[in-house]
């Protein structure tokens, strides 16, 4: 679903990310690993066109995305769940999921699912998003995200000042998502417990590069943890 070859992006003279090089798949749950700093957020940021892409290629589906802009690669099937959440505060939640929707010419409601995944959201559907709690207001970012039906799905550190119950809710919504087959997810995490619990690819990063790569499943024994020790 996803195949980025030679990415390479700069900040002024320093070179962030050299030469990175993968591929998610659909049906799986991409992580990508790391210590603050090592550009994966500026990864995502360049896979979404929030930041040109100076050197590489960036495909979705078959088709080369790499020119496009932010716009264009959410209406080609891209979704993305940014740190921080980012959602708008002043709007009612359900105004926020309508938001997911506002890149198509037609009028849709709001899939009924996106309140099968998260019930709360039902239950707050006229409360302003800058009232909800912290968990509550990633449910409601990554149900925007998912409410253009996305075949790649991108989440920012989702479990950052999330308490553990809504953390689990989530993994649990990922993994439901993922085990469909028809969307890809990309997931950059620093919390290792949920990242190894997901993933059925990871990639680690250190100074801007992929240092190790490999299944989910071999992560304890190939010494990831370790790694984001170090």
């Not at 080369?64 to 959602?87: A, S």
């Amino acid at each position: 679903m996803l195949k980025v070859q030679g990415l390479n992006q700069y900040y002024g003279g320093s070179h962030i990310l050299r030469g990175l090089d993968f591929e998610a798949k659909l049906g799986e749950v991409t992580v990508i690993l790391g210590r603050n700093g090592v550009g994966k957020t500026t990864l995502l940021k360049s896979l979404m066109g929030v930041v040109p892409i100076k050197t590489g290629s960036v495909t979705l589906d078959g088709v080369d995305i790499t020119k496009d802009t932010p716009y264009d690669r959410v209406r080609k099937g891209l979704g993305y769940v940014p740190q921080g959440r980012e959602i708008f505060g002043r709007l009612t939640v359900e105004d926020n999921l309508l938001m997911g929707l506002a890149y198509k010419k037609a009028s849709e409601p709001i899939p009924a699912e996106l309140f099968e995944l998260f019930p709360v959201l039902k239950q707050m559907i006229h409360r302003r998003g800058g009232d909800l709690s912290g968990g509550q207001q990633q449910q409601l970012a990554i149900a925007r995200a998912l409410a253009a039906g996305p075949k790649l799905l991108i989440l920012d550190e989702p479990t950052e000042g999330i308490q553990p119950s809504i953390i689990k809710d989530i993994g649990r919504v990922i993994r439901m998502l993922a085990d469909r087959g028809n969307m890809a997810i990309v997931l950059v995490e620093q919390f290792y417990d949920f990242a190894a619990e997901l993933a059925d690819q990871y990639l680690v990063m250190e100074r801007g590069e992929i240092i190790q790569r490999g299944r989910g499943k071999d992560m304890e024994a190939e010494g990831v943890r370790r790694l984001m020790s170090i």
